[in-house]
Nanobody
Framework: QVQLVESGGGLVQSGGSLRLSCEASGFTFSSYAMSWYRQAPGKERELVAT????????NYADSVKGRFTISRDNVKNTMYLQMSSLKPEDTAVYYCKRESSYRSLRVWGQGTLVTVFS
């Protein structure tokens, strides 16, 4: 059974840091690019960052560049999002996603809530 489980969300003060984790199971983790998305209340889900199969290639939304770092450990089958200098506008549910060119192979986790207060 393919499964993605996020963890690490919580309540943090503006300027603080959090590290999110996405543990994958049920598939060959190293065969897929992976991404973090987020959805703030009343807003569309947006792409935050993507990491390539081997972890070398990364892309970030302009809003998080220089503050967030995406990474993966293909031995532990886990992807991470290190978030620093957090702002209230980073408040959202953060989702991890298995990427694929085939829509049917794309998989979402259940999400983890990050709340940043000023």
């Amino acid at each position: 059974q393919v499964q993605l489980v996020e963890s690490g969300g919580g309540l943090v003060q503006s300027g603080g840091s959090l590290r999110l984790s996405c543990e994958a199971s049920g598939f060959t983790f190293s065969s897929y690019a992976m991404s973090w998305y987020r959805q703030a209340p009343g807003k569309e889900r947006e792409l935050v960052a993507t990491v390539s199969l081997g972890g070398v290639g990364t892309n970030y939304a302009d809003s998080v560049k220089g503050r967030f770092t995406i990474s993966r450990d293909n031995v532990k089958n886990t992807m991470y999002l290190q978030m620093s200098s957090l702002k209230p506008e980073d408040t959202a549910v953060y989702y991890c996603k298995r990427e694929s060119s085939y829509r049917s192979l794309r998989v979402w986790g259940q999400g983890t809530l990050v709340t940043v207060f000023s």
